[in-house]
């Protein structure tokens, strides 16, 4: 057989199979989707009212007394900013370090505070900054890592701290040097 006679025959052959599953699809007048439709059972729609009621917050005796504290009273925001500042003695020390604590939780923006660390290092790799971070916190500092995108390139500091009087932070860096052999600087946070 010749080349074009196969093709010929291919061709026609396809031509046959198609009208054979087309022709009978396009005759018929009962529709395949009208059935599958009618035979499913769909439940019929619950009866069931749904009340949406107000309920008051019931708040706590103890709230109220610090929400309006914290809020209200400036003049016990400025004894706590005070009292920080006679913490080199070591008398005062704990004081100081329980007294800012209070500060932070009503918001340091609004007392015009910062806070000191010890920054290590900056890498750009963030493999590195978590094995740095890793080794100072099984030596039992607080460490962290803080990610800075700077010039489309992300740049992973390793700091310490944050200590709100910056003598504390001075004791940390000199911890620093004793146990790990390691110099950081002091900087503001954040």
């Known amino acids: ?9 291919i061709g026609a052959a396809v031509l046959v199979m198609l009208a054979v599953i087309f022709i009978p699809m396009i005759l018929d007048d009962t529709s395949h ?8 059972n769909i439940p019929a729609r619950p009866e069931a009212d749904f009340n949406s009621r107000m309920v008051p917050l019931l708040e706590s005796p103890g709230s ?6 914290a809020i209200t009273d400036p003049t016990t925001e400025v004894t706590v900013a005070v009292t920080p500042a006679p913490a080199e003695h070591a008398e005062d020390t704990p004081a100081a370090e ?20 010890v920054q290590l290092g900056s890498f750009s790799s963030e493999a590195n900054a978590e094995s740095l971070n890793n080794e100072l916190r099984q030596a039992g500092f607080a460490a962290f890592v803080e990610p800075l995108k700077q ?6 500091r390793v700091r310490i701290g944050p200590e709100l009087v910056r003598a ?5 860096q000199s911890q620093l040097q ?9 900087v503001a946070y954040p």
């Open 178 to 186: 004793a146990k790990l052999q390691l110099e950081g600087i002091i």
């Open 64 to 69: 109220e007394v610090q929400t309006p504290t």
């Open 168 to 172: 504390d932070a001075e004791k940390l």
């Open 151 to 156: 010039d489309n390139s992300l740049i992973y």
């Open 98 to 117: 329980h007294a800012p604590a209070d500060i932070i939780t009503t918001g340091k923006e609004d007392l015009g505070l910062t806070a000191w660390v």
């Open 1 to 9: 057989m010749h080349r074009r006679l196969k093709e010929r025959l």
């Open 33 to 40: 989707t009208e059935s599958a439709i009618t035979d499913t």
